[in-house]
């Protein structure tokens, strides 16, 4: 760490002198110091009679305010003092000196003292504060790893331990220990509790999920893709059942973000467990459509082929979406549909971009907001008209179908999030029947 001193040394010094070498330069004119002002031979003589009279000159005033001197007296030994300085100046050699009553420097004699223990103390100050801030707020202990090699604290020192061993969990345990310290490091909380997925340590992973949820939710995050995370590790602590917590953890992820890929991953596969197949090859074209470029593109590809096969659909039969709409036997589609057309209101045109995704859904009168049914398109398509029914659902356990009547809600998304943000654009129109094959008209006239 010798570097380290070295260098943080000779900054703090450099800060210092920008404090004690003016104070000095001060102390030298009170002084009459000339070799320090950069002042020699002639000059130095000229400044030093400067000097003597100023010095003079004050003590005459101070004995003329102390009454020991009386007006005519005064004026009397100043202009012999004054003609006493001009004689020298005027000697060969002596030059211009100007007179200046009022240098702008005290003449008191303990001026030098007190000066420079005050210009000391300040740099000392100096000094002492860098140091102080830093080990406070910077990284001497990242500082200390970086050039050593070596733990700098009994925590680095057991994760370096355990790196060396290979030991996963001890790692883990390292890291959850830091994170009690450290409660509001929600990269750090991700960190853990993914590792802890992968670990199959589900409790840890749901409890590290949780706090993640919170800090989202307590910054304004959107914490979709943390509720479908959450969800994935309640289904394999459940050991592959669709409990409670499960599908709440799933509502609440696709009432953020109908399109949040992580719980539609996890209801396909759910679906194509209990060979619901129809059902799992539904999530899995949509994740196809909301994410085209999905890293498991290849594996969800090849599900849906499975799931064809087992199912007897042909993969180039035209109907194929009617057919995924198919559940226990029964065309949902026949049964519970809203026909949807929605438009913008002219006076708001210029308040959008043909880019921006609009969201049309539909949801419960009451209880969860969870969308029953979804689609997705653009603002260049409207005004547009679509059919929400079964087969534009959100999930086995949220379809059209299972309530009476609905809220049809068509949203501008600014950020293309699904969740409703300030400067979004919304129309709405609500108790619509879901069983009476109505027809409405949806138009987009209320800035959020």
């Known amino acids: 760490m010798t ?3 070295i260098y943080s040394g000779v900054l703090v010094a450099v800060a210092a002198s920008f404090i004690v070498f003016p104070i000095y330069q001060l102390v ?5 110091n000339n070799s320090l002002l950069g002042l020699s031979g002639e000059d130095e003589r000229q400044h030093q009679n400067v000097v003597i009279f100023r010095e003079r000159l004050i003590e005459l005033e101070a004995e003329l305010q102390q009454g020991k001197l009386d007006a005519e007296t005064f004026e009397a030994l100043k202009e012999e003092l004054e003609e006493s300085l001009l004689s020298d100046v005027s000697a060969p ?41 830093y080990f406070q707020w910077g990284s001497y202990d990242e500082v200390l790893q970086a050039q050593t090699g070596q733990p700098s604290s009994p925590g680095h020192a057991g994760t370096n331990t355990a790196m060396a061993e290979g030991d996963v969990n001890a790692l883990l345990d390292q890291l959850y220990t830091r994170l009690t310290r450290e409660p509001d490091n929600v990269d750090g909380w991700m960190l853990f509790s993914r590792s802890a997925m992968k670990l199959e340590q589900y409790d840890r992973a749901i409890e590290g999920f949780g706090v993640v949820i919170e800090l989202f939710e307590q910054r304004g995050q959107n914490s979709a893709l943390v509720y479908g995370l959450l969800a994935q590790a309640l289904y394999f602590r459940a ?6 917590e499960v599908k709440k953890s799933l509502e609440k992820a696709l009432e953020i973000d109908p399109d949040e890929v992580g719980a539609l991953v996890l209801m396909a596969m759910h679906a194509f467990g209990i060979e619901d197949y129809t059902t799992a090859i539904q999530y899995w074209q949509r994740i196809l459509v909301v994410a085209p470029d999905h890293p498991a593109k290849a594996s969800i590809e090849e599900g849906i082929a499975r799931a064809q096969q087992l199912a007897g659909i042909d993969p180039s039969d035209a109907a194929l979406a009617e057919k995924a709409a198919v559940v226990d036997g029964v065309d949902q589609t026949k049964n519970a549909g809203i026909t949807v057309t929605v438009s913008l209101d002219p006076q708001l045109a210029s308040r959008v971009a043909p880019g921006d995704t609009v969201f049309i859904f539909a949801q419960a009168e009451s209880g969860s907001r969870m969308p029953l049914a979804a689609s997705r398109h653009h603002v260049s398509d409207l005004p547009v008209t679509v059919l929400l029914n079964d087969a534009t659902s959100m999930g086995p356990m949220a379809k059209l179908s299972q309530v009476k009547n609905a809220n049809i809600i068509a949203r501008i998304s600014k950020s293309g999030q699904a969740f409703a943000g300030a400067g979004d654009l919304e129309g709405r129109v609500d108790s619509v029947g879901v069983f009476t094959r109505e027809s409405v008209s949806v138009v987009i006239q209320t800035v959020l």
């Open 3 to 5: 570097d380290f001193w």
């Open 28 to 32: 030298a004119r009170a002084r009459g």
């Open 93 to 133: 050699g002596g030059g211009n000196v100007e007179i200046n009553r009022h240098p702008g420097v005290t003449q008191d004699p303990m001026l030098g003292g007190r000066t420079l223990i005050f210009s000391s103390v300040m740099a000392l100050i100096v000094a002492v504060s860098a140091y102080a801030a």
């Open 239 to 244: 050991g592959g059942q669709l409990t409670h």
